[in-house]
């Protein structure tokens, strides 16, 4: 750099103050020109900018994961004080970030008002408005297959958009309906899949899934779990009966999907493992969450040794949070290239992958 008016660089070595004068006198030798202290600090400004133009990135470092997901586990019987702790885990594992969609699924026994009141507990965490969910026979975290209560927040680049039906003129017109309710909110391009859960009882789940797929398209990619006996349903904070809830997310991801089946406790849970590693892919190093959909008949061929299939999945995809759930029929296509299915007594396993 040259100082205008001398042809000679400047250097800091060569800057002398004159504090009487609030003045700067740049040499060597042959410099004779004096400058003001606005001069310098000019110069200063110049090079502190370029050499901060010029610092190369840190090794190492990388950009924000466009998908963070953090789940919460309770095991308590009081319905609020279980949904709150689990829904306050959750959202400590966001770190910070602010959560787009909240999911609850729930082994807690009781009617209604019990599972309101689980909502009041989650609500006192998180925006009711963002709240969806079903009950189960019980929650899959990757902390525990057993408990009452389970909680997954999802922040970063995406978008959640849920829509509820009842069950008028069927679970395929259910699903149609929800189909044209979500259809405005698919984008040309990106991430997207749908979750589907609530009153589809195997094998009303597959008629689910048609009547969703015939619009939104044949292999439009889809994945989720009959509530329980098919009984409660969860809805932007509200709790519904006979109805069925499709939860759109899409964003800055893409999924891997399995859906595998498996006879007596090595059987299910062998074929626990092979679903999350086929889901999962080549690209398990970018893996943000694995959704487990689970039979309850599964869980009870498992019985006590139910902590194998959770610990199957845990090698299979790592330190990945685990959400999920024992329901009553499950859903998604049995590989990438396959059109989502509504099925019975398999796991069905869905990989988000970050971009």
């Not at 190369?56 to 019987?77: D, M, N, Q, R, W």
């Not at 057993?146 to 009842?166: N, Q, R």
Request: glycine share 12%; with cysteine; aromatic share 6%.
């Amino acid at each position: 750099m040259s100082v205008p008016g001398n042809e000679a660089p400047v250097s800091a070595a060569h800057v002398r103050v004159d504090t009487r004068r609030h003045q700067v006198a740049l040499w060597p030798h042959v410099l004779t020109r004096r400058y003001t202290m606005r001069d310098v600090v000019r110069i200063c400004l110049v090079c502190a900018v370029f050499a901060g133009l010029m610092m190369p990135t840190a090794p190492g470092a990388a950009a924000a994961p466009a998908v963070v997901a953090g789940t919460g586990h309770s095991a308590l019987k009081d319905a609020g004080k279980a949904g709150e702790e689990a829904a306050t885990k959750a959202k400590a594992a966001l770190g910070g970030q602010a959560a787009k969609v909240v999911i609850v699924f729930d082994s807690l026994p009781g009617k209604v008002p019990v599972k309101e009141k689980l909502l009041a507990g989650v609500g006192k965490v998180f925006d009711a408005s963002i709240v969806y969910g079903c009950s189960a026979y019980d929650p899959i975290t990757q902390e525990s297959n057993f408990g009452t209560v389970g909680v997954l927040a999802i922040a970063g680049k995406i978008k959640a958009t849920g829509e509820a039906s009842d069950l008028e003129g069927g679970h395929e017109a259910c699903g149609k309906r929800i189909g044209e309710a979500l259809k405005p909110s698919v984008p040309e391009k990106g991430g997207r899949v749908v979750l589907l859960f609530g009153s589809c009882h195997v094998p009303a789940d597959d008629k689910l899934v048609k009547g969703v797929c015939s619009v939104l398209g044949e292999k439009f990619p889809a994945a989720g779990a009959a509530a329980s006996k098919g009984e409660f349903a969860y809805c932007k904070g509200k709790v519904l009966r006979k109805s069925n809830i499709g939860l759109l997310l899409t964003g800055a991801f893409k999924c891997g999907f399995a859906t595998k089946d498996g006879k007596g406790i090595e059987g299910v849970v062998s074929s626990a493992r092979d679903a999350v590693v086929q889901a999962a892919g080549a690209d398990k190093s970018k893996a943000a969450l694995l959704f487990a959909f689970d039979c309850g008949g599964r869980r009870g061929t498992l019985k006590q040794d139910r902590a194998k299939e959770l610990e199957a999945m845990r090698e299979a995809i790592g330190k990945v949070p685990i959400f999920g759930f024992y329901g009553s029929g499950e859903i998604g296509p049995k590989d990438n290239n396959s059109p989502a299915r509504g099925v019975g007594y398999h796991i069905a396993a869905c990989v988000i992958i970050s971009d």
